[in-house]
């Protein structure tokens, strides 16, 4: 309320996530992310409020100046409070007040007339007015006879219908006892009954649009003498607790965890809190519930202190310094830089196609501290002095105008010829910061010639790569490829490949597996008494033996590459380190005629002993079943029949993309799962021994008693022709 179609041409086409190519498209979600033209200021940026064609800004600051403009250069005064055209982002020169001390809050009136602003000030052009003061938005002029007096910092303002609602430090409003809330009205500042007693400061405040109930939030621990951890849904007359189930998404204070709500935003027949934990771990994400039930709808646990939501056309915008959003799975980050600006789905509160950013700078070194929408925009305040990367210091605008951020230049391809007539084409998405779903064109010789169409999603922690097989070419001739990608706005073509002679026969069987781009290939073919196996891939996740014995007949019947033995506790683990891969394929062939079971490849989060997390693995049951496994807060497993343990050589693969797993046998598919994201950690993939535990029918052994040879992981899910192609490749 405060804020007011895949084809391919010549060839076959594999990728991850294809679907029909969408209509153009230049964003996502409902603000492009790149920022439109605003004047800056030399400080922190605490309050905001759009209204009547202004953005009014409060904070720290003592001087504002031009975009583009270095610190320091082309200043202009303005003394802890300014205001912008909202349509241009220039200075609004006729709005010029001088303040004696810092804004912590801005509202406006419902109608726009006027802005309410709270802080520390005792004094607005030589005036007193005592920590709020309200400003005529049509002439720019103080309000003369609307001057409450307030003990001590006001840091929170609402205006609902003819009431300003105060929150903050204080303990008096006009001489009259008001524990940290008070309530006024907007035309003469009357002090009104509405009387809530928290026991500790207020740092947030908003009305339900209905204006139904009033919500707060801040550092109480009680509110009216009852238990109320740091918010509270109050009646808007009497102040009184109203029933808010809700109000649980906070967690109490405990021994490292202190959670507080910052910010909230109603919307509707919805209300949005934002929530900072002190302590690692402690919750630091967003959350919603019901205005008429007060029911909780969702919670978001992003890690990152969240200071700030606006909804903006159907989207929840936040300012925060979100770090680890990877209980999320493949729809959330994993631990990283912090991510200042994010948008959130309002049903669901999932990450939305929507990765501008900025710094933090001092003195709070937070970032985005508050931010308000003026129906179609949105401003952002904070201690940041970059947007994007430029220089943009305490203020920021993105509006609706504009064709919206531009993909980034898809890589060089490095294509493959394995294959008589064939030349295999594996790229990596792009990421676009305001649109995740692009479209793709795989593009051959210097004619541009295009040859696949497809779409694919990706975000700033995932990437998928995607693999186009050119078929039917003649034996001998050289090719060149490119990728092309569009949003719909903007398109951008990747720079031409290396020729690539196509082939005029078969390669063998590890330049086939090669081309299909795995991230870790192990031959285990080294010789005896080698330490540590080698990584073909290129990607040099080599990794140490322990219980392994090398030199043993592998499963190819030419060129001399050997395998390796493992023990029922045998085991070797990569150290690359990769954090919750949610493409992926895992491929292995073994041997045995044990009837015990154990791992033959897998995921875990320990890259020296036995994994406390593990999943994304394939295992052996005792009666020679193999299990391809992955953990979505369930173990979801696909089985093969009996009896593979036979003494004979076995290929399986196991694949995931989000929403399906699939499993194959020696070329065949076994089966496959709906599963939407696997567990998010950060593992290490690992051969041999590790924890089967409460996995189906856990084997007696914890890894394979049995022979091993050409094990592979790769980061997208292979297809059955490409599963098919390697089995019949030895």
Not at 439 to 456: I, P, Q
Request: aromatic fraction near 10%; proline fraction near 6%; include cysteine.
């Amino acid at each position: 309320m405060k804020k007011v179609g895949i084809f391919a041409l010549g060839g076959l086409l594999v990728a991850a996530l294809l679907s029909p190519a969408p209509p153009a498209q230049g964003i996502g979600a409902s603000l492009p992310a790149l920022t439109s033209p605003a004047w800056q200021t030399n400080a922190s940026v605490q309050g905001l409020a759009v209204a009547n064609g202004k953005a009014y800004v409060g904070g720290r600051f003592t001087k504002v100046r031009p975009p583009g403009a270095a610190a320091g250069t082309s200043e202009t005064t303005r003394t802890y409070l300014a205001a912008f055209d909202q349509n241009t982002g220039a200075l609004d020169t006729g709005f010029n007040h001088t303040l004696n001390g810092m804004i912590w809050a801005i509202a406006a009136s419902a109608d726009g007339s006027r802005v309410f602003v709270g802080g520390d000030f005792t004094n607005v052009d030589g005036q007193t007015r005592n920590r709020v003061a309200a400003f005529d938005t049509a002439t720019g002029a103080l309000v003369t006879n609307w001057k409450p007096s307030v003990s001590y910092r006001v840091k929170a303002l609402a205006v609902s219908g003819g009431t300003v609602y105060l929150g903050g430090s204080f303990g008096l409003v006009n001489n009259v006892a008001r524990p940290r809330l008070a309530a006024v009205t907007t035309s003469t500042a009357a002090l009104l009954p509405w009387a809530p007693q928290a026991d500790n400061d207020v740092y947030a405040i908003d009305a339900a649009d209905d204006g139904s109930r009033v919500y707060v939030g801040g550092n109480f621990s009680t509110m009216n003498g009852t238990a109320r951890w740091s918010v509270a849904s109050l009646d808007p007359i009497d102040g009184s607790l109203q029933v808010f189930p809700a109000a649980s998404a906070v967690p109490n204070p405990a021994p490292g965890c202190t959670s507080r709500v910052k910010d909230i935003e109603t919307s509707g027949d919805r209300v949005y809190f934002a929530n900072a934990g002190d302590g690692g771990g402690c919750f630091d994400g967003t959350w919603a519930a019901e205005v008429a039930s007060g029911n909780l709808l969702w919670k978001n646990n992003c890690l990152g202190a969240t200071e700030s939501v606006t909804v903006v056309n159907g989207w929840l915008y936040k300012g925060s310094h979100a770090h680890d959003c990877a209980y999320l799975g493949g729809n959330g980050f994993p631990q990283g830089p912090g991510r200042f600006l994010l948008t959130q789905h309002l049903d669901t509160g999932e990450l939305g196609p929507w990765f501008p950013n900025t710094n933090t700078g001092a003195p709070t070194a937070v970032g985005p501290l508050v931010s308000a929408t003026g129906g179609a925009d949105l401003w952002v305040g904070g201690d940041f002095t970059t947007v994007n990367g430029g220089g943009q210091q305490g203020l920021a605008r993105f509006t609706n105008t504009g064709p919206g951020a531009a993909p980034a230049k898809p890589a060089p391809v490095n294509p493959t010829s394995y294959k008589a007539g064939q030349v295999k084409v594996n790229f990596q998405t792009v990421v676009d910061n305001d649109d995740i779903t692009l479209t793709y064109r795989v593009l051959r010789g210097f004619s541009n010639t295009v040859v696949a169409t497809y779409t694919a999603d990706s975000r700033f922690w995932n990437r998928p790569w995607l693999s186009f097989t050119d078929t039917g070419l003649p034996f001998g001739s050289s090719q060149v490829y490119r990728i092309e990608v569009t949003d719909g706005s903007h398109t951008l073509r990747g720079n031409y490949s290396a020729p690539v002679t196509v082939a005029s026969v078969d390669a063998p069987y590890d330049q086939q597996i090669l081309a299909d781009g795995p991230t870790a290939y192990w031959r285990l073919g080294e010789p005896s008494g080698t330490a540590n196996a080698t990584d073909s891939s290129g990607q040099n996740n080599t990794g140490p033996y322990s219980g392994v014995s090398l030199g043993a007949t592998g499963v190819l019947t030419s060129g001399g590459n050997t395998a390796a033995d493992f023990t029922g506790n045998g085991r070797m683990i990569g150290q690359t380190s990769t954090s919750q891969p949610q493409n992926f394929s895992v491929e292995a062939w073994y041997q045995t005629t044990s009837g015990s079971g154990g791992k033959i490849v897998g995921f875990g989060n320990n890259p020296n002993g036995t994994s406390s997390q593990y999943d994304r693995h394939v295992y052996l049951q005792n009666d020679g079943r193999v299990t391809f496994g992955v953990y979505d807060g369930s173990t979801r497993t696909i089985s093969s029949a009996p009896g593979t343990n036979d003494g004979q050589w076995h290929h399986v693969v196991g694949t995931f993309s989000p929403g399906s797993m699939k499993f194959y046998l020696d070329g065949v598919l076994l089966g496959t799962q709906s599963v939407t994201a696997a567990e998010a950690y950060t593992g290490y993939w690992r051969i041999g021994a590790d924890n089967l535990n409460a996995w189906p029918n856990q084997p007696t052994n914890a890894g394979i008693d049995g022979t091993l040879d050409e094990v592979a992981v790769y980061p997208t899910a292979l297809d059955a022709s490409q599963v098919q192609t390697h089995f019949d490749a030895r």
